[in-house]
């Protein structure tokens, strides 16, 4: 691929169209190694380097640039030097593991959210992620750095319809307040857990749709509601540990 057109990978629109994205900094393409030890379609990236990676001894076609060209293909203000070319995965027609759970995101908008999101099902695995149409791009440089290479390592859908969700998930909860503590059995009891907008939530009207079961994270109600990020941590955290008692 040309360097003019792996520029234009900043923007989502040529992502898609080049079925690209970048991987940049040291400890990114080390997380990417460690991911394409396990699947093959991580080991189709390409590698470019300048003179200070030139030596680096990883599984990939590497390309040397210099410094000046470094710095027009990365996102980051101070590159490192190192960056990956990696085609975009598809989990369209994926099986679903065994027990696997779904985390469902309607709309998420901040990238830092989404980025640590994956951290947390990346570390307690068996999640996968869907997004809803209008949410951040998984592929945007920032989710993939706040990911801190755990977009390599959770099943990731993106422009899923919350309509889609019955036919594919018999028992559906979302995170609501006024609903069942999290803390009650049932929570452990459903396929799919729904996470709305981090200003708005889910609409009303789909979550009578979907039939999903309203559960809430009790505290003192001090304020209005949690950070997105942080009431999946929870709610991932008490999947698990009941799960392992």
Known sequence: MKLDDIRKLHQKKYRQALGKF?????????????????????????????SAYENWPGPWPQHLVSDRQMVQLADTKTPQG??????????????????????????????????????????????????????????????????????????????????????????????????????????????CYLFGNEARGVPTGALTRLGAHRFTIPGAAAIESLNLASAVNMAVYELNREKNQ
């Open 22 to 50: 970048l991987v940049e900094g040291e400890h990114l393409v080390l997380e990417l190694e460690k991911a394409a030890a396990g699947n093959p379609h991580w080991q189709q990236a390409e590698l470019f380097v300048t």
């Open 82 to 191: 190192i960056l990956a070319l990696v085609p975009l995965p598809s989990t369209a027609g994926d099986a679903s593991a065994e027990g696997e759970k779904a985390v469902y995101l309607h709309e998420v908008q901040d990238p830092g959210n989404l980025g640590t999101i994956l951290r947390t099902l990346a570390w307690f695995g068996g999640f996968r992620c869907l997004l809803s149409p209008g949410s951040v791009d998984p592929y945007n440089p920032k989710v993939v750095r706040s990911s801190m290479g755990a977009i390599f390592h959770v099943p990731v859908e993106t422009e899923v319809s919350l309509d889609t969700l019955t036919g594919r998930y018999p028992r559906i909860a979302c995170l609501d307040i006024g609903g069942d503590t999290i803390t009650s059995p049932d929570f452990q009891h459903h396929d």
